[in-house]
């Protein structure tokens, strides 16, 4: 009905000036008449421009007072000419109807607001106020001031009008044709084809997106970082035990039973299986010894190592403990020079801030080999971060329980025009190795830094809860751009 009471005016006049108007006049919803305008106007049957007008509606409060009459004018009709007591005249009024009633009343000086008697002080008052909402309410002008009035009351709100004038486009016809969509085998048998008309292809449309797996940055990052440690040609350690034993997270590295670290503050113990049942029973006693008593050129640190402490099962709080264990093993076998790394999830009992998370990820590198030196530390540092993108490199002297020496490494941002902590480094002491039965003049040099970090700085994250967690937007996993890391 719409669709045809457009086409068919259009078909005697230039054009319809305003929708609004061209639906009142016939009784049509003016939506209606709206939607029909914006599909013909989509097939070019008729130009549309829009119009724009700034109208005034009543509030909740505003109709409320168009049907009832406003607050003054119902106070003042409740008001008997020979007055009457505040307490009555509450009683026969609403609340909010009163409060507002004796304001505008007294400021209109209608009533004489007595301490114990409130009077009329005129016979006969006009309801101004709902007049001018049931003008405002059909659509009539009111002057501005009248207008600031209701507004400052807050009866009435500006509402944005929106309609359309229309007239004949390039493919107007007084009726609609019926667009084919699809050529079929009916259409070909019968000729029908050769009368037609067909939808043209749009073939600048975008299809429906493909509903798919997508990866998470992290594995995008982890991926690349991967593919640089392989060019270098290291070896991919196996990182599939979240659960370890103190032994090889602490003991096995030199560290002390007594060390802040494993405290359960810092780490999360198991409680079922609460302890390791296998050890490599001649290595634990030399890992005793070496920390009771020293040995290899050390004096130990000289406690009471507990075997109970060692046995307990713990989340591991690097992958560090893995290289403990590749290590251990290389050392059963006549030596080869090896290149390990690793790139996993490490747990830690820490406090979850916008740094910080309770499990994160750690990437881990070490070089075996012998007569190595803190020179080739510093060397494969330089063509690691460099591979990175990251060829200013600095060094910091630092303290490692299992390295000796030890250094922070710190990178020049380029963005953030500052030197930043990448990474921490150094060379496995002596009593780490030893105990393990590697030859005396073999040395491990070795480093490691979260993926997390640099992950945060490519893709501009500042909160690793945004990144890593329950939290996470599924919109980023969906549209993280591609790493570009080590990338040329």
């Not at 991919?236 to 103190?246: A, D, G, H, K, L």
């Not at 079922?272 to 490599?280: C, F, G, I, R």
Request: hydrophobic content about 35%; aromatic content about 10%.
């Amino acid at each position: 009905m719409a669709e045809e009471a457009v086409l068919s005016y259009l078909e005697q006049n230039q054009q319809i000036s305003d929708s609004g108007q061209f639906a009142a006049e016939r009784g049509i919803d003016h939506n209606e008449i709206v939607n029909v305008i914006k599909s013909l106007h989509g097939f070019r049957y008729v130009d549309a421009e829009d119009i724009k007008r700034e109208t005034w509606v009543l509030t909740d409060e505003g109709k409320t007072y168009a049907a009832a009459g406003s607050p003054e004018v119902q106070l003042f009709l409740a008001i008997p000419p020979e007055g009457i007591s505040r307490e009555e005249l509450q009683k026969k009024l609403d609340p909010s109807a009163f409060k507002i009633g004796c304001a505008q009343a007294a400021k209109n000086k209608w009533v004489e607001m007595g301490k114990q008697v409130i009077s009329r002080k005129v016979q006969h008052v006009d309801d101004r106020v709902k007049d001018l909402l049931l003008q405002i309410q059909e659509g009539k002008v009111i002057s501005a001031d009248d207008i600031k009035a209701l507004k400052a009351r807050k009866l009435i709100v500006p509402q944005t009008w929106k309609g359309y004038s229309v007239k004949k486009g390039p493919n107007y016809a007084p009726k609609r044709k019926k667009v084919v969509t699809d050529l079929t085998r009916d259409n070909l048998q019968s000729g029908e084809w050769k009368e037609s008309e067909f939808k043209e292809y749009n073939y600048s449309a975008k299809g429906q997106p493909l509903e798919c797996g997508n990866l998470h940055p992290l594995l995008k990052v982890r991926y690349q970082l991967k593919k640089i440690f392989l060019s270098m040609g290291f070896e991919e350690m196996p990182t599939n035990n979240f659960v370890e034993s103190s032994f090889w997270n602490f003991d096995a590295l030199f560290q002390p039973q007594q060390h802040p670290a494993r405290d359960s503050h810092d780490t999360f113990f198991l409680n079922a299986p609460k302890t390791t049942k296998e050890l490599p029973e001649d290595y634990v006693q030399r890992v005793k010894q070496v920390h009771e008593s020293g040995g290899y050129g050390s004096r130990g640190y000289n406690y009471d190592w507990k075997r109970d402490e060692a046995n307990k099962n713990l989340l591991r709080t690097h992958t560090t403990a893995v290289s403990s264990r590749m290590l251990y093993l290389l050392a059963q076998k006549p030596f080869s020079p090896k290149k390990y790394f690793s790139i996993d999830r490490v747990f830690r009992n820490e406090a979850v801030d916008r740094t910080h998370l309770a499990e994160f990820h750690q990437i881990e590198g070490l070089v075996c080999d012998r007569g190595l030196t803190l020179c080739d530390l510093i060397g494969v540092l330089h063509d690691f971060f460099s591979r990175m993108g990251m060829t200013k490199l600095r060094f910091k002297p630092a303290y490692n329980p299992y390295t000796e020496p030890s250094m922070e490494i710190f990178s020049y941002h380029e963005g953030f025009k500052k030197w930043v902590e990448v990474g921490n480094s150094g060379m496995f002491r002596p009593e780490m190795l030893l105990p393990m039965g590697l030859p005396e003049d073999v040395r491990v040099i070795a480093w490691g830094l979260s993926l997390e970090r640099p992950t945060m700085i490519l893709y501009g994250i500042d909160n690793i809860r945004d990144l890593f967690g329950h939290k996470v937007d599924l919109g980023l996993i969906k549209k993280n751009s591609i790493c570009r890391l080590g990338i040329d």
